[in-house]
């Protein structure tokens, strides 16, 4: 892999803002649609023995909200919140990114991206 690999939904704001940091600066990069291509198991998997669940799993947005209280109360674990996360792709916090280095980063902010890319650079 030579640039990172972002996973997430197109329509998201914060992924607009990553994939638009990256195009603007000519930093090759894939983007892998949860919406189209679903969440690759091993690669959920491998992020949640990474960051753990909880970095991963989005209490704050409209999908969570929505879903049934039983539902929510059962979250109470790896598992349970693969399976939610697995059912409900919305619910996994994004976009998540894969760095060529191996480090695996959720969420986007200037700083982060500017340091993953100095580092590819090197």
Known sequence: MTGPVLYGIPNCDTV????????DRGIEHRFHDFKKGGVPA??????IAAL????????????????D?????????????????TAHVSLIR??????????????FTHDSFKQHTREALM
């Open 16 to 23: 607009k803002r990553a994939l638009a940091w990256l195009e």
């Open 42 to 47: 091993d690669r959920m998997d491998y992020w």
């Open 52 to 67: 753990g669940w909880e970095a991963l799993l989005n209490r704050q947005g409209t999908t969570w909200r929505k879903l």
């Open 69 to 85: 209280d039983a539902v929510k109360a059962g979250v109470t674990d790896a598992a349970s919140a693969r399976a939610a996360m």
């Open 94 to 107: 994004r976009p998540v990114v894969e760095w060529p280095s191996g480090e695996i980063t959720v969420g």
